[in-house]
């Protein structure tokens, strides 16, 4: 019997690409560290913008994104070609923040950071599939279509 985990990790590029670890526990082909590095930039975004909203961002939250910028730089010099836009969209949205954040949310530095924000789901769901399968949108977002 196959699992939802086994069917992931084998799905073609015209599903999206599922990544894993190698046998020795590598990330071999760095789509574990696309997804991990694209989940934390989306909930340090989210939390930047709850802080902002509150008017009392966390000083903790720019120091965080600047270290997920450099992790994003990182990954993208280990991984190479195969990931390099969607790890370089990543390292931009983190910096995007970390200014934002420095900047105490003035409105340029939130439409930078808004755009960088969606140029990297874009870029990130041309590798895994949108997250919001269930939508019935996947297609459209993967295209660059707007919703």
């Known amino acids: ?4 985990s086994d069917d992931r990790r084998t799905r073609g590029p015209s599903i999206g690409v599922r990544g ?7 990330d071999a082909d760095g789509v574990t560290a696309l997804r991990s590095l694209y989940m ?3 909930a340090l975004g989210l939390a930047a913008g709850a802080g902002l909203v509150l008017g009392a961002p966390d000083p903790a939250l720019a120091r965080r994104a600047e270290e997920l910028r450099v992790q994003a730089a990182r990954a993208a010099a280990e991984h190479g070609d195969a990931l390099r836009q969607p790890l370089d969209a990543c390292e931009r949205a983190a910096s995007a923040l970390a200014v934002l954040l420095s900047d105490h949310g003035s409105a340029a530095r939130l439409a930078e950071a808004r755009v960088s924000q969606r140029a ?3 870029s990130v769901w041309e590798v895994l599939d ?6 019935g949108a996947a297609p459209a977002h993967a295209k660059g279509g707007q919703r």
């Open 1 to 4: 019997m196959t699992t939802a």
């Open 20 to 26: 894993g670890l190698s046998q020795d526990g590598r």
């Open 40 to 42: 934390r930039c989306k």
């Open 120 to 122: 990297l789901r874009l």
């Open 130 to 135: 949108c997250e919001y399968r269930p939508c």
